[in-house]
């Protein structure tokens, strides 16, 4: 409400109050968009009081990505109603960029997640090779160390079934699966993996897939999904190209065999060093585990 008979602010500092400048405030009144409450004979403009709210709220429609001309729009035609249908509409928004900086976060969160346990994984290995007696990683020149660790249940959204080592059907079935996690959004940072039977790679058929997947974080409401269950998982890092783990799986299963335990149907095989934190191949580092039961 105004409180004084005339306006009494200047526009330079109503910009300021406003955190705004003095452009803004003349470009606005030269579209119509917002006018000062009064201009004197020598054109300069003063405001009141009562016009922050307005004008706070313009720069948030605005920063909302609202066009100015939707905006002058509503203010030349205002009345409650309308003010409430524009909220109600602007919320909406807001709701849905809430939910996109969420998921963007959620990217940033698991790709750094990802690093740590890179660095922590180095750090282990130091601990372990110190003496230079026993290498940590797995790699097709070196028998490396098994971990036995718990899991906690995983959300898993799989490709089409593969069962075949056939590379076109390989390709497009991870194109496809690719394409729709994408189309729904399902990405939340983790590269995509495969899923292999066990009974397949104790043959050594290294090349034929069950299934592709992507890992979410959220219960996947509306979308189908494959629970990876939680349990005791022996695990094997592999150190480079991410397709020669022959090595690797001869090691984990000699190990799992050794100590006399059962496995679950598949095994997972899943990036933690990829294309976008390593130059080079080398450098990769993929994480190869298997349930195992007494």
Not at 11 to 29: M, P, Q, S
Not at 118 to 137: G, I, P, R, Y
Not at 271 to 287: F, M, R
Request: net charge negative; proline share 3%; hydrophobic share 35%.
């Amino acid at each position: 409400m105004q409180k004084f008979n005339n306006p009494c602010i200047k526009t330079g500092d109503f910009a300021k109050l406003c955190g705004t400048n003095k452009r803004t405030l003349i470009h606005y009144d030269e579209i119509g968009l917002f006018k000062p409450a009064y201009t004197d004979d020598r054109s300069y403009r003063y405001y009141s009081e009562n016009q922050f709210d307005v004008f706070f709220t313009i720069s948030c429609l605005s920063r909302l990505g609202m066009p100015l001309k939707e905006i002058g729009a509503f203010l030349n035609h205002r009345n409650p109603q309308a003010l409430k249908k524009l909220l109600l509409e602007q919320r909406e928004e807001v709701l849905k960029e809430e939910e996109r900086i969420r998921k963007i976060r959620q990217v940033i969160e698991t790709k750094l997640s990802l690093v740590s346990l890179q660095e922590e994984l180095e750090a282990q290995k130091e601990a372990v090779t110190s003496d230079n007696s026993e290498l940590f990683f797995e790699s097709e020149n070196c028998s490396g160390h098994i971990f036995q660790e718990y899991s906690p249940q995983e959300y898993l959204i799989l490709s089409d079934p593969l069962n075949t080592s056939d590379h076109e059907a390989i390709i497009h079935t991870l194109c496809s699966h690719i394409g729709y996690c994408n189309k729904h959004n399902l990405n939340a940072g983790h590269p995509y993996g495969a899923m292999l039977d066990v009974n397949e790679l104790r043959q050594e058929h290294l090349d034929t897939y069950a299934y592709f997947f992507t890992k979410v974080i959220d219960h996947p409401d509306g979308i189908p999904f494959h629970i990876k269950p939680a349990g005791t998982y022996a695990v094997a890092y592999l150190k480079g190209n991410y397709y020669d783990s022959e090595a690797t799986y001869r090691r984990l299963f000699q190990w799992i065999d050794e100590h006399g335990f059962r496995t679950g149907q598949y095994s997972y095989k899943e990036a933690v060093i990829d294309e976008l934190a390593a130059a080079s191949q080398e450098e990769y580092l993929t994480k190869i585990s298997v349930q195992i039961f007494i």
